[in-house]
């Protein structure tokens, strides 16, 4: 019962969340056809069901576009990930770290 | 750091790190929508919300113990902690909510349309890569009960396991 009510209550917070992202979206107009420079509605294309720019991945600028094969490379972005998360755990826990190991050393 | 604030049993422990492994490779698995297919991307998505909401409620002490403190006497490092992972909150909401919007398999499989926005596909792709950016933060936070946990629950039962095995075999 205890962990429904948990369950409940961060339904409730994301929701609340949820609400507020998909009214500042819509009320920045961010939504319309034709905003910034992104992909533009095509008339006409899928017999009213509107136009959802292709799929390409989640970052522009990468995979079959630059001729890469997803099957060859596919180690390629998992290993870059870990190595951006690796190089941020780094850039913070070493510094940590070596500070507290010089306190210990300057401690009376 | 969670165990700093509030004392956790030895099996919630183990449940946590087995489902921090888990959402981490769901995570990496979830990053490379090309490597995967978008079938495989957007179900895995949408089973990430219960495996978060796990790893929410495994932490439901902390979040309600520092929620109380906030406003008064509170560490900097569990203050820290605690807006980042709002942050990690809000960004990961606008991630599942823009995946949703934009979903072409999972969604329609289900029979359900939503209405075309133009701007979801780049708050995806935006809000993917500060997702990885603040995981990358969440993890270097908890450093030290990463490495705690893992050595205690993960390597060391493994390391007993084959000076046990060695010990049996030496006796021979």
Do not use: C
């Amino acid at each position: 019962m205890r962990t429904l009510g948990r369950i409940l209550a961060l339904g409730l917070v994301f929701s609340v969340v949820t609400a507020l992202i998909v009214i500042i979206v819509n009320a920045s107009g961010a939504n319309a056809p034709g905003f910034g420079d992104g992909p533009q509605f095509r008339p006409g294309g899928g017999g009213g069901e509107g136009f959802r720019p292709p799929f390409d991945g989640n970052r522009p600028g990468q995979g079959r576009e630059e001729g890469r094969e997803a099957g060859e490379f596919w180690l390629l972005g998992p290993i870059k990930n870990v190595a951006v998360i690796g190089l941020l755990v780094t850039a913070i826990v070493w510094p940590r770290s070596i500070a507290r190991k010089n306190r210990k050393r300057l401690a009376p | 750091m969670t165990d700093e604030i509030v004392k956790t049993s030895t099996g919630q422990t183990k449940t946590k790190i087995w489902m921090d492994i888990l959402i981490f490779i769901v995570f990496l698995v979830m990053m490379e929508p090309r490597s995967s297919g978008l079938a495989v991307h957007e179900w895995l998505g949408l089973s990430m919300l219960a495996t978060i909401t796990v790893h929410l409620l495994l932490s439901w002490e902390w979040i309600i113990e520092i929620t109380r403190r906030f406003a008064g006497r509170l560490g900097l490092q569990n203050r820290l902690n605690y807006i980042l992972n709002w942050l990690l909150f809000i960004d990961g909401t606008l991630l599942m909510i823009s995946g949703i919007m934009i979903s072409e398999v999972a969604l329609p499989y289900l029979g359900i349309k939503l209405p075309i926005g133009f701007a979801w596909r780049r708050l995806h792709d935006m809000s993917a890569n500060i997702v990885l950016l603040l995981l990358g933060v969440h993890t270097a936070l908890h450093w030290n009960w990463i490495v705690n946990t893992f050595s205690k629950y993960l390597i060391q039962p493994f390391k007993n396991l084959f000076s046990l095995k060695a010990g049996k075999d030496g006796a021979k």
